[in-house]
């Protein structure tokens, strides 16, 4: 008979300084869950006319906790709010540690109030899985630092000042806490250049499981059977377990490939296995996700930096795809600063293989304190400049045209009198 639920459920919040909300849940009047944090939601819904319009809002402090329980291996914090909407975490317990298993975010576009002018009726729901996981039994989670979830291509959820104990043992909070990775400060040491040994895969679990439940009627939408944007993996390489990052990389990448003639594009999730190295003219990232290894090797050639080498490999049903090329000049900048192009790019590596970029941004060399120095920008990044220049171009290359027509016009009409 343990399924006791939460008897009694409540909080108060005085909002004298910042947002957020804390919640209390209690099950035979012992406090068993708590939580004080602040999220923010931004949604993407379709208005008239089929266009989309983007709004952000917060929890409220005043949302309801009703329906948050639970009992000695799962918790449920669950806060509802407004006019049918609710946000919740399931939290379950195993040996000696606790993790959040689902983060759930139901939103009406019903409600007029916060969706106005929504032209579909009907709640959504989406489900992430959010990263927190191996919290000591008996600790609270603690995360001051901003994490954004993206739940669907909809909608997104930012936390931040998290503190979370979805276990309480004998009605009263811990005071232990176990810390985000986000919230652990980054350790100056000497930098010294040596070959790489340990290797720190930086991965945003940033799930991506839209869920949607249209309840009434669907939104008029018309699919598209493109793939979505992929999701943008956080690398870093270090020298060793106690220096910062010697290789940082960001990016979204799709692979397009031509295998047994048949021309199919992938996204390259990111991955489960991150290495690499970091040297003196040389820095490589390999990459392993799923079927998929990707390895990029840098070269420096004392000014500049650049990607030099690529090798994928890809493991599919119609078997193995290979392709490498060593003699690339992408991404370059000057040694001591980034590269970095938000914009979507596209490269050839191949004749069979190319790679779509997204949110990009590379420094192989010359890292200090684990940050990314100032950033060359890709062109592409920047089409107010490049705009002006070609219609320039356009409108002198037209006068010279009309010019030459013109002389040449006198000239044939000079000769004509001539020759009469
Ligand atoms: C705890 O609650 C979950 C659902 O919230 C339920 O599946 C589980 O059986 C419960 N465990 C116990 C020991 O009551
Ligand atoms: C609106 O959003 C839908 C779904 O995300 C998308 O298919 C559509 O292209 C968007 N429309 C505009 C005008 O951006
Ligand atoms: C949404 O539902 C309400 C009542 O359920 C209805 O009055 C309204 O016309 C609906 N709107 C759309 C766009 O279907
Ligand atoms: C989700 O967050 C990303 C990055 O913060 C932003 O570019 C995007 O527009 C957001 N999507 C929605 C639906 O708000
Ligand atoms: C809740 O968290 C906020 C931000 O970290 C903090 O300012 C506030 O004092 C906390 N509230 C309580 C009751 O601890
Ligand atoms: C907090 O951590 C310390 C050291 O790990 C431990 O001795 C103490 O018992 C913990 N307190 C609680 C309430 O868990
Ligand atoms: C990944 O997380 C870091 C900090 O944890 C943050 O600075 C960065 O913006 C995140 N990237 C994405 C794509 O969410
Ligand atoms: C780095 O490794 C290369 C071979 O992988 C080796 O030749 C070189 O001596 C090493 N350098 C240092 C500083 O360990
Ligand atoms: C939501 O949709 C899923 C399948 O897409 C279904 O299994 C589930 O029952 C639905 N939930 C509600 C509340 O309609
Ligand atoms: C890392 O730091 C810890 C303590 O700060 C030290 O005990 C350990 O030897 C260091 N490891 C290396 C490889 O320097
Ligand atoms: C990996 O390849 C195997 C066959 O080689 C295939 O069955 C499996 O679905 C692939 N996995 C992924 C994630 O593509
Ligand atoms: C780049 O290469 C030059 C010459 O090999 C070297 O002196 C310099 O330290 C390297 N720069 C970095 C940041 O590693």
């Not at 948050?68 to 379950?92: A, E, P, Y």
């Not at 985000?180 to 350790?187: E, I, L, R, S």
């Not at 390259?268 to 190295?277: M, R």
């Amino acid at each position: 008979m343990m399924s006791r639920y939460a008897a009694f459920v409540f909080f108060l919040y005085f909002g004298v300084v910042s947002h957020g909300i804390e919640v209390e849940v209690k099950n035979d009047d012992k406090l068993c869950l708590y939580a004080n944090l602040t999220v923010s939601f931004s949604v993407t819904y379709e208005i008239a006319d089929n266009k989309n319009k983007t709004i952000s809002f917060e929890l409220p402090a005043n949302a309801s906790s009703k329906g948050s329980q639970c009992n000695d291996t799962n918790s449920i914090l669950k806060l509802s709010f407004l006019d049918g909407h609710s946000w919740s975490v399931d939290f379950s317990l195993k040996d000696k540690n606790y993790q959040a298993d689902t983060m759930t975010f139901v939103y009406n576009l019903n409600d007029s109030k916060v969706f106005p002018d929504s032209s579909s009726n009907g709640t959504v729901t989406v489900t992430t899985k959010p990263d927190i996981t191996d919290v000591g039994v008996n600790t609270s989670y603690s995360c001051k630092s901003k994490d954004t979830l993206v739940a669907s291509l909809q909608a997104n959820m930012t936390l931040s000042d998290v503190l979370i104990q979805a276990f309480i043992v004998g009605g009263n909070r811990s005071k232990n806490l176990t810390t985000c990775p986000a919230d652990t400060p980054v350790t100056p040491t000497p930098t010294h250049v040596t070959n790489a040994t340990t290797v720190a895969p930086v991965t945003n679990a940033t799930t991506v499981a839209p869920v949607t439940n249209a309840t009434t009627v669907a939104p008029p939408t018309t699919p598209t059977p493109t793939l979505p944007t992929p999701t943008v993996g956080n690398y870093s390489i270090r020298h060793d377990a106690n220096s910062t990052a010697c290789l940082l990389a960001n990016f979204g990448l799709r692979i397009g490939f031509t295998q047994n003639k048949k021309y199919q594009e992938v996204n390259f999730d990111p991955p489960t296995e991150v290495s690499g190295s970091c040297g003196v003219d040389n820095s490589e990232l390999i990459l392993v996700s799923n079927n998929i290894t990707v390895s990029l090797s840098f070269y420096n050639d004392t000014k500049k930096f650049r990607l030099h080498a690529v090798n994928v490999t890809i493991n599919s049903s119609s078997g193995v795809f290979a392709q490498s090329s060593a003699n690339l000049s992408l991404w370059e900048a000057a040694v001591g600063s980034s590269y970095m192009c938000n914009k979507e790019q596209n490269f050839t590596i191949t004749s069979l293989l190319s790679f779509y970029t997204f949110s990009l941004h590379v420094q192989p060399f010359g890292v200090k304190n684990g940050l990314y120095s100032t950033a060359h920008e890709c062109s592409l990044d920047d089409p107010s400049i490049l705009i002006p220049i070609i219609v320039g171009a356009a409108l002198a290359g037209l006068i010279l045209i009309v010019v030459i027509a013109y002389v040449i016009g006198r000239r044939k009409t000079h000769a004509g009198y001539q020759t009469l």
